[in-house]
């Protein structure tokens, strides 16, 4: 079979690998999409997301001074870009997608100080922002007990099937690309070898096939420098409650290592439903929802947003996987191979960011060099954070949340006392010389960051349970 000729091979159909493809026709560049059109797309994070456009809403007050002002600089050059960017995407494929803005922050009981960094991130950026009890908020019976909401009408949502099919067929109607809907199954240099047999010659190829692409890889990009991209395994669920008439995404701040508790409303009618996210370092994308996380979902739901949600049927579930990188930023360009470039890493603002990973991408490659200053850029130094740092970083008050989630609950009290110990337990731990400290050094050895902190203390129980 005689290899697929292109000026650039885009691996991976997910929002940011369909905007790579998009700005790159634009600028008069022969592509070829590499990956699955149809199907169910399984573990592909773009389809499991609400696709919540969240420029300030997803800071949270533990976040350090530089990483809030990098990570909001970002999404606000997203945010300018979008309206135009999807008039675009409508312009290449025929079918238009409507942003609808506002959304709403609520706060539960006892959080109201989460809501602060996201309002002066807000304002400082020239953004209205208001402050409003939890009882204003159109069609919600928020808890009585919630301690408050931020509405952000400049925060806007899409729906991500809307979106997709839109940038699907922007892509493929489009006179200089070439799509194969195979699988790529390793990739060279200039090379990409498909699981049909096909072979696509590239003089460059995009990355963007999120928690997949190590595999894609010799020695899972080693040798190129490619830093590690860990896996959040996310729950969502779609869900009918003709009873709620909401217009706008309401959300809790993030919380238990997750994005907040939220509700979105679809074209279609029903509620997307969303919040949980669990590291997992053997990502799988055909693994489903585990019934404890559908009982986070529910349960959560509806103790914190609406009690309403008791009666809503679930009409469909999805998961998906979350690529983030050590420091969590994403990965954008070339690699120590030239010729291989990354698109990746955007965690859970994928859908906001994908217009401004195509950007970027798309300079270097028109313009080789071009972000080697960017605080994105693929070959940036990389340590491992040190635990203390993280332990820091709202690391035992995250824990405390991820327990609690499902209705648990502890008195103020027991939750100081309970965040202390475990800030000294696991630093002990991981300090011991022990056959428990050498198994929980290895976890943290593979995925130093935040998230693993719940992993590590289930790996503590099951090691006692052996004992």
Not at 382 to 396: S, Y
Request: contains cysteine; proline residues 7%.
């Amino acid at each position: 079979m005689m290899p697929e000729l292109t000026d650039v091979a885009v691996i991976g159909t997910g929002v940011v690998g369909l905007a790579v493809a998009v700005e790159l026709l634009h600028r008069g560049v022969h592509v070829t999409m590499v990956g699955p059109r149809t199907g169910a797309h399984r573990g592909q994070g773009t389809r499991a997301a609400g696709a919540m456009l969240s420029t300030f809403s997803e800071l949270e007050p533990h976040h350090d001074a530089q990483r809030a002002e990098l990570e909001t600089a970002e999404r606000l050059a997203a945010h300018d870009t979008y309206p135009a960017w999807l008039e675009r995407i409508g312009a290449m494929g025929g079918q238009k997608v409507q942003a609808t803005a506002g959304t709403w922050v609520l706060a539960p009981a006892g959080r109201a100080f989460c809501l602060e960094p996201i309002a002066e991130a807000a304002r400082t950026a020239g953004h209205q922002v208001e402050e409003h009890e939890a009882s204003s908020i159109p069609g919600l019976r928020a808890p009585a007990s919630s301690a408050g909401a931020l509405w952000l009408p400049t925060e806007a949502r899409v729906d991500s099937a809307d979106l997709m099919e839109a940038l699907s067929l922007a892509v493929g109607q489009h006179p200089r690309a070439t799509w194969i809907s195979q699988p790529a199954m390793a990739v060279g240099t200039g090379t990409v070898s498909c699981r049909g047999g096909e072979t696509v010659q590239a003089r460059d190829v995009v990355l963007a096939a999120g928690c997949g692409i190590p595999a894609l890889l010799p020695d899972r990009g080693h040798p190129m420098g490619v830093p590690p991209i860990l896996a959040g395994h996310g729950a969502s669920a779609r869900l009918n409650a003709p009873a709620m008439k909401l217009e706008h995404v309401v959300r809790t701040p993030n919380a238990a290592f997750a994005c907040g508790t939220h509700l979105v409303p679809r074209t279609d009618g029903t509620l997307y439903l969303g919040g949980t996210n669990r590291l997992t370092l053997d990502a799988d994308p055909d693994q489903p929802p585990g019934l404890d996380e559908i009982a986070v979902l529910a349960t959560d739901s509806a103790t914190l947003l609406d009690p309403r949600l008791k009666a809503a049927t679930l009409q469909d579930t999805r998961t998906g996987l979350r690529p983030y990188t050590l420091d969590h930023l994403p990965l954008v360009g070339r690699t120590g191979e030239p010729s291989i470039l990354l698109a990746t890493a955007t965690y859970r603002c994928g859908v906001l960011l994908a217009p401004r990973l195509a950007e970027l991408v798309a300079d270097e490659i028109t313009t080789p060099g071009s972000l080697t200053t960017h605080p994105y850029w693929a070959q940036r130094p990389m340590p491992a954070p040190d635990i203390d740092d993280v332990l820091t970083q709202g690391a035992a008050q995250g824990l405390l949340e991820h327990l609690l989630q499902a209705g648990g609950h502890l008195s103020l009290a027991q939750q100081a006392e309970f965040a202390a110990f475990t800030s000294l337990a696991l630093r002990a731990l991981l300090g011991e010389d022990s056959k428990a400290g050498a198994a929980m050094r290895r976890l943290w050895d593979r995925a130093p960051v935040i998230e693993a902190i719940p992993s590590l203390f289930a790996l503590a129980r099951r090691l006692e349970a052996l004992r």
